[in-house]
């Protein structure tokens, strides 16, 4: 097929790549014009012809409704604009509204595969009416993985998002499980010096096997105690969505949000709340705390 | 090689299978005696003859010191015992100083793999002096995964256990993950009665791809909502050790913990917690209480 | 001082009698005649007369928008609008904002307290520019208790709602302590019989004496064991809206987080994310499900 | 009465102050000559003369069975030793059991009060036989404070110190609930500079009225916005010892251990686990690592 890629970053660039590799023809549009096709956003819809035109976004989230507030007037109805970035689902469906009035249909697509999606596959999780996801097929079969799973048609608007964002709080809680159970062998001097062993073992014919466990297993494989990182981990959206969405459904998601929680924690020069618990022990026990200029 | 294994269950006996089919010979015992190769403790240490034997246990925790007590006069200098149930990995050291002074060598070997094991192997983790294991390492070799991974010596007397008591540690929180993931999923009319396929799908490409995503695939398959079961989950032992052993390390186990208390409030009638909860707040708010016996 | 309340339930209507008893002039407004002191909104704002008027809203969140639309027309420039229901904060800067274009002023007021307020006096804590609160402090003199303390100017628009929802959090928190703990005194067989001893006790001279551990002793006295109350909790919103607040400044809460938590699960009929842990450990472990029809 | 105390540091040398001051005789023994009332065990115990002898242990949890080693033989049948220290409960029934074996009584009493215990009298949980604890209520009625409540018999031996176990376990959450709502107003730009004055506030009135909350207003006049303070927190034994006791009766305790892996966490100069979470995001997305030498 033909289509157009907004964005042509880490992700859009080798999805356009992957894209190619399978036979489709990709009119790409960066504002960095050493990596794009086109001139403009004009110039990619021009080139992209007269027939059904297929957008793929995958622009940053908060620069959505500015590629599409220029976007929208260049494309004519029956057009299909697909959002592959992180956007919260919530979004989806106003987005696809505003895009109906012009008779524009729009599709959601959660993406995950991260850097190693050129390779092996991207895993696709969409939104949006049967027939446009049924139209933009063969552009979901080029980007997911050679095996037998790593699409799914999940919904209505919105729907894309949705389960990827589920996905993502589910990899924050499973990525806490090991980093858990590693801590846990570091500090144990019955196993000592065999934990990167011991990891590495697990991945054959245990319960936990995964691939986020052979991730972890290279990463000890390159630096086998962690000393040269920090303890210091960002999050990006997802894991907060997840569990706010959580707490609208009434849901209990412990695992989840003590994951969202540690990765707070670990940003933190100084716990303000561990201040505050110092504090009060030093009120009515006399016991000691330390004064802030020591660390 | 020839050993005993002692405790012929689902487990034992699997593994007496496999360890025949993988060209040992194995004298077995079990107290049921149709099942059994052997009509006693002694009868089997007989049939193992006079080399240096090798005696796998594979009965319950309650049941070690008991065959031991009867096993050990039986045994001479030289001898290996190999504990490979669920034995909580403080209990090691002792019982290898016990067995040591009758010059009796002792491993312990964490065993991975359930039902599945037989036909995929079972993972092993052992721990013990390093040249008792390499004299067992054919049977070992044989029991194990066929690929690359699936055994390792952790370390000396109990790290075995240790290992598999974190590895346990990390399954509860790796299991909570996904089933928060479901409920959710579960709970949002955005996805409704596409979350089987979501989670089928997710089994390619994505970053959460595991083992234990293929069996909630496979559980979902034969229930597609699991109206069919219950919400009762037990614990085995190795959960609740991973958590005091953390709290014996200082080492903050959120996840696993998060994971270990919903599988007790799962068993709970009605929370007693939740009683008082409901309780203070009828006393501050003259909020409505709900009897007990509407239940 | 002259006031009008719209809203004369439970809250409300001893709210009425409170100031009343400290000798201001009350105009309430409510739906329900037989406890309303005016017949319409226009009613009220016509009896409390043409100067400067003050107006304390007291109804259900989901109502006060459609009570502001048929107010505001009623009031002038310079007139005061006093939301002292459980709103969200978010909410405040808004109609702060729509009110300002009429001129008119608007501060949100925190209310705790409970059931307990009439007498005691009610805590409260205000948001809005600091001359407009002066005006209305009177009114806040005798609404709050006897004590030193009990009324705070907590800053600008939903600064008020906002330390309230904090509170609520706490508060959330704080029970769950206290439930956690109830529940392991009940559990042990070491203490039988003396648990209501117990609190009882500790009203005085510990570190956790405080109002709710003399209400949670109230509730033994009534019913030593709770056996008459089921454990099943409602959350009222504010528990929600401070994680989601802590989420938002990524401050790390676990505790609260709990205490919702635990409260969703306490509403379950059968824990959705506790099938799937049991269908989990039946695939891999073979480990008996309980079918639903147990229950 | 009469009776003997052993350790004369910040708590057993006030609560000699305050028996004395109560109208008992005391003996006080300590290593530290300068504070001692004897020159040794021996002569504290021919102080006290050939009457029933009562002695108090307020020593270090790892000095009990030293001192009661030494203690045991000056003693004679009828005679009380009273362990008012922090002891684990479980220790109590075989200390009892090894002190029966000599005719002497054993009580285990928990105290709660810290530094304020002297002026305003200590909490005591006692555990052991109804006709012991008798024999010893002139000294807790001394000891407890003035008010109505203060003091319990919670059981035989062991539930004194298991109650005040459980006691340490609510207040590690209950501290923790207002640590994390401090934390959470500091962070809002809506109430700023405002908190120390809503904390205030909160003292009268309010659902979270307590004494720890009075301890907090205390360290924020001191320090208002804590900079002084770092966040570190020791943790002395009895959180520890609930969670354990609360995964011995499967009682699920998510807010107390929360509360306490705060404090493991609190005292972290890097965390592990969050180390692999960065090198598990840098492994599937090539996010970026922090090098540890940046700390």
Redesign the interface.
């Known amino acids: 097929m033909q289509l157009g890629i907004v964005g042509l970053g880490?992700m859009g660039g080798n999805m356009r790549d992957r894209l190619r590799a399978g036979g489709h023809t990709v009119v790409g549009y960066d504002q960095n014009q050493e990596i794009s096709d086109s001139t403009s956003l004009a110039d990619m819809v021009d080139q992209l012809g007269g027939e059904q035109r297929i957008v793929w976004l995958m622009v940053p989230v908060q620069a959505i409704d500015a590629v599409l507030k220029d976007l929208t007037p260049l494309l004519k109805a029956g057009d299909i604009v697909i959002d592959g970035g992180n956007t919260r689902?919530s979004e989806d469906g106003p987005r696809a509204a505003a895009l109906a009035a012009s008779g524009i249909h729009f599709l959601d697509c959660g993406v995950?595969?991260?850097?190693?999606?050129k390779d092996?596959?991207?895993?696709?999780?969409v939104?949006g009416p049967a027939e446009v996801v049924e139209t933009c097929l063969p552009i979901f079969q080029t980007l997911?993985?050679?095996?037998?799973?790593?699409?799914?048609?999940?919904?209505?608007h919105?729907?894309g998002h949705?389960?990827k964002m589920?996905?993502?709080?589910?990899?924050?809680?499973?990525?806490?499980?090991?980093?858990?159970?590693?801590?846990?062998?570091?500090?144990?001097d019955?196993?000592?010096?065999?934990v990167p062993?011991?990891f590495?073992?697990?991945?054959?014919?245990?319960?936990?096997?995964?691939?986020?466990?052979e991730?972890?297993v290279?990463?000890?494989k390159a630096?086998d105690d962690?000393?040269?990182?920090?303890?210091?981990?960002?999050?990006s959206g997802e894991g907060?969505w997840?569990?706010?969405?959580?707490?609208?459904?009434?849901?209990?998601?412990?695992?989840?949000?003590?994951?969202?929680?540690?990765?707070?924690?670990?940003?933190?020069e100084?716990?303000?709340?561990?201040?505050?618990?110092?504090?009060?022990?030093?009120?009515?026990?006399?016991?000691a705390?330390?004064?802030?200029t020591?660390?």
Do not use: C
Request: glycine share 10%.
């Open positions: 880490k689902w995950s595969g991260g850097v190693w999606g092996l596959g991207y895993a696709l999780m939104g997911k993985p050679d095996g037998e799973h790593g699409y799914v048609h999940a919904g209505d919105g729907a949705f389960a589920v996905h993502n709080g589910i990899e924050y809680a499973v990525m806490q499980a090991y980093a858990e159970g590693w801590e846990l062998l570091e500090a144990a019955t196993v000592t010096d065999h062993a011991i590495e073992s697990w991945q054959d014919g245990t319960v936990i096997r995964s691939w986020l466990l991730l972890l290279r990463a000890l630096d962690l000393s040269e990182i920090r303890g210091y981990a960002e999050d907060r997840t569990v706010e969405a959580a707490i609208d459904m009434a849901v209990p998601v412990p695992a989840i949000s003590s994951a969202l929680f540690a990765r707070f924690t670990s940003r933190q100084d716990s303000p709340a561990m201040k505050m618990i110092a504090a009060m022990r030093n009120q009515f026990g006399g016991h705390v330390m004064p802030e020591e660390d």
